[in-house]
């Protein structure tokens, strides 16, 4: 994980539900592929045809909210976007997020659709060219470690790995 992150904005709102992130109808493949053709078709259709590798998504309250799934996190990630910073997250999602990798904060952020904005997750902000920095919640060091490791399963696989080596 790059930190900062850089990247063109995506505006969504409040309440911005798991069932829009990623349809359920497509919840029967396991390909990464057929969940990124289809990221957030629910509220906006024309996103995944140009969502771009880096790219932010900035949103309201209650980001992430409805079902459980780890699909939506994963859709996003395939999709290209690099970080979702919302006023808040629903739980599920926020831990889905981090348990496949995909970089998130809470920040009250003011920017527009397209605009270029820099994510620094190690400090806490959101930094928006012509309107200032935005402080949100710092992670904290253990799950920005897991993310920086690509997520839960890949950290577990590399600390397992330095556990083995420290007992050789």
């Known amino acids: 994980m790059e930190t900062p992150i850089k990247g063109r904005v995506w505006i969504f709102g409040d309440d911005i539900d798991t069932d829009v992130i990623i349809p359920g109808k497509y919840l029967r493949t396991k390909d990464m592929q057929v969940f990124a053709a ?19 998504i900035v949103a309201g309250n209650n980001f992430g909210c409805g079902s459980s799934r780890e699909q939506a996190p994963l859709a996003l990630k395939h999709a290209g976007v690099a970080c979702v910073v919302a ?3 629903a739980r599920i999602f926020f831990r889905n997020a981090i348990n496949v990798g995909l ?12 605009d270029e904005i820099e994510v620094d997750l190690l400090k806490g902000e959101v930094i928006v ?17 897991m993310l920086t490791n690509g997520g839960l399963v890949a950290h577990r696989k590399k600390v397992q790995g330095q556990e083995m080596k420290t007992e050789n």
Do not use: R, W, Y
């Open 103 to 114: 970089p998130l904060m809470e920040a009250d952020v003011e920017c527009q659709a397209g």
């Open 38 to 56: 289809h990221a957030m078709e629910g509220i906006d259709p024309e996103f995944a045809g140009n969502v771009q590798k880096g790219d932010i």
């Open 87 to 89: 006023k808040s997250f």
């Open 129 to 145: 060219p012509g309107k200032g920095t935005f402080k949100g919640n710092k992670l904290p060091d253990f799950l920005l470690e």
